[in-house]
């Protein structure tokens, strides 16, 4: 007995000791580690099948010390895809890590440390299913309560806009606390809410209720999970435990190693530009906000795309005929959909290419989620005017030449695309004809002699065969338009496009103690961190 004794001291020492190195060791972490959360933008977005996105736009600056590992932000529960993670002043896609057990959270790893004095913006796509549930207290709704991310520091501007599924109008939802806002994005109902100098730990919730027939699905309800006897004993047994012998021991190493919760970060439209777009998802983006969009330059566009790779050839100008050529080159999703419209006679079906553009639009939608459209158009409308300089700043003729080949993707995107070949090529020096295979492709058969050819020459005839590419690429220009832009619009009033939703970010959960819309649901909130 008195040595079993001895030995259980011993073990109570051996903790006791533990513990100290342990809040030793992590006090000299904290503080070496200081830091604050300067904006949490959050923007929800409820789809009409009860998908909600979040994005995370999340400002953080260090006061002292360095984050030189990770970001973590919480997640509402297991349900989640990561669509995208990157840093805006880096301009870099990071890695990140899913946790899935225990407290759920994505794990951002810096791609440099972050150091005292420094801040940096970390942007977080991520798509969440089962946050939506039936509204016990107001019958026929459903809804949510949603909860940004709170952190163990100061949080000095939180930003909350939640969007409503398409359909649903002012007057039709319930919600507490009162919104600061209410306003639209592309016709879809959005509450605001501010708050500013959050203390640590400080949470902001809100509940939002609208009736079940703008979702397209079923929501179910959640009732908490009751745990059977057994199961309590077990749980109460491991509380117990963790109580006594494992928290005094990692508490504060714990605390110090897991940073404050990074929570969604709102950004309606100010997510900045979108980069990283194809030259015709850019053209699209571009023609898309017209009234009168020019598809045929978009069509053009993916169309050169396929002759760059090798993986069509022009037959004929007028009427344009096209051949495919058997090619294991990757392609991507807007080419593969362009190169099924190609029939057997070489012609392209106008149907076939109106389902081009769907897709087209709907790559983009996805692509552009959370940023600024209005950022984003300028960004590539920059790249254009850079790729002309870099045309007009060559030294020679020859240089200007593979300087304009090189850039011809996003050169079309110039509505004077013609005219400023032109005008930039307008030299007489001779060249021979092979060298520049990638223009080659864009004449007919006819038209490729080898030999030698002018600069300026060959110049006019890129021009005029893109001229008449863009002219016969479809029946009618004039009718095509139109039945592109019917389908638009036919889409946004059908409310079954995801056109350009607004994506936001935050740790979501529901309480049933809300004021005037209650969901009924259990979820579990994570809180984030920094280290």
């Not at 100061?154 to 007057?171: A, S, W, Y």
């Amino acid at each position: 007995m008195y040595k079993r004794a001895t030995l259980i001291v011993q073990l109570l020492l051996l903790i006791t000791t533990l513990a100290a190195i342990s809040y030793v060791s992590s006090n000299v972490y904290a503080q070496e580690l200081r830091y604050r959360i300067l904006r949490e933008y959050v923007t929800l977005t409820v789809e009409s099948d009860a998908t909600c996105i979040l994005v995370y736009n999340l400002t953080i600056m260090v006061d002292s010390g360095a984050i030189r590992r990770y970001v973590a932000v919480g997640m509402p529960n297991p349900y989640f895809i990561v669509i995208e993670a990157r840093e805006v002043e880096t301009g870099k896609e990071i890695s990140y890590v899913e946790h899935r057990d225990g407290e759920y959270s994505v794990e951002m790893k810096v791609s440099s440390p972050i150091r005292a004095g420094e801040s940096r913006t970390f942007i977080l796509v991520v798509e969440v299913t089962n946050l939506v549930f039936k509204d016990e207290t107001n019958p026929g709704n459903v809804g949510l309560q949603f909860i940004p991310s709170w952190f163990p520091v100061e949080v000095e501007d939180l930003r909350l806009t939640i969007i409503l599924p398409p359909g649903v109008g002012i007057g039709e939802f319930v919600n507490t606390p009162d919104y600061d806002n209410v306003f639209t994005i592309d016709g879809r109902v959005a509450l605001y809410w501010e708050r500013r100098g959050l203390g640590p730990n400080e949470k902001f919730g809100v509940g939002v209720s609208f009736p079940q027939e703008y979702l397209s699905v079923e929501v179910p309800s959640s009732p908490a999970p009751s745990a059977s006897e057994d199961e309590f004993i077990d749980i109460l047994f491991a509380v117990i435990t963790i109580l006594f012998i494992i928290i005094p021991v990692l508490y504060v190493a714990f605390r110090a190693k897991k940073s404050p919760y990074s929570p969604p970060r709102l950004m309606i439209e100010a997510l900045g530009p979108r980069k990283g777009l194809y030259a015709p998802e850019a053209a699209w983006l571009i023609e898309s906000e017209k009234k009168k969009p020019n598809v045929s330059k978009v069509l053009t566009m993916i169309l050169y795309s396929l002759l760059k790779k090798g993986v069509v050839e022009i037959v004929s100008l007028s009427p344009l005929k096209l051949r495919k050529i058997d090619t294991k080159r990757r392609l991507r999703y807007y080419e593969r959909a362009f190169l099924k419209c190609i029939g057997s006679d070489g012609g392209l079906s106008d149907d076939c290419l109106l389902k081009v553009i769907d897709v087209l639009d709907r790559g983009v939608a996805k692509k552009i989620v959370g940023y600024s459209r209005k950022e984003t158009i300028n960004y590539y409308r920059g790249i254009v005017e850079r790729a002309w300089k870099e045309v007009q700043g060559a030294k020679t003729p020859e240089l200007k030449l593979l300087k304009a080949m090189k850039n011809t993707e996003w050169l079309l995107l110039d509505p004077s695309f013609d005219s400023k070949l032109r005008e930039n090529l307008s030299y007489n020096t001779p060249i021979l004809f092979e060298k520049p295979y990638v223009w080659r492709s864009l004449l007919p058969p006819s038209e490729r002699s080898s030999g030698s050819v002018s600069i300026v020459e060959l110049a006019d005839n890129v021009a005029t065969s893109i001229e008449r590419i863009a002219t016969n690429i479809v029946q009618d220009i004039e009718t095509f338009t139109e039945r592109v832009v019917s389908h638009m619009e036919s889409k946004a009033q059908s409310q079954a496009s995801r056109s350009r939703p607004i994506y936001s970010t935050s740790c979501a959960c529901v309480s049933c103690a809300c004021v005037c819309a209650c969901v009924s649901c259990a979820c579990a909130c994570a809180s984030g961190g920094a280290g």
